[in-house]
């Protein structure tokens, strides 16, 4: 007979049970690259790039550091059970 599996922990109801306000903010880097008046115009430059190609690069940023932020606000509480 073959022994049990350990039940692994279910990961996916803790992280539907985090209802914290902090995850609102990750909408920011989803929504902001979408709209288009950012990319409607070749200036200001930078470095000599247009505005399009710099703001890929502005947009990666605010990814990262809105992800660093909500993870630094919300980390306490995924330790807490």
């Known amino acids: 007979m073959d022994a049990p599996e350990p039940e692994a922990p279910d990961t996916a ?3 539907a049970k985090d209802k914290s306000p902090w995850n609102w903010l990750l909408f920011i880097p ?8 950012f990319f409607n115009a ?4 930078l470095f000599g790039f247009p ?3 710099w703001l890929q690069l502005a947009w990666i940023l605010l990814g990262v550091g809105t992800t660093t932020l909500v993870y630094q606000m919300t980390k306490k509480k995924r330790g807490e059970h």
Do not use: E, K, M, T
Request: glycine share 0%.
């Open 13 to 15: 109801r803790s992280r």
């Open 42 to 45: 070749d200036s200001p430059r």
């Open 51 to 53: 505005r399009f190609y």
């Open 30 to 37: 989803i929504v902001v690259p979408l709209i288009p008046a």
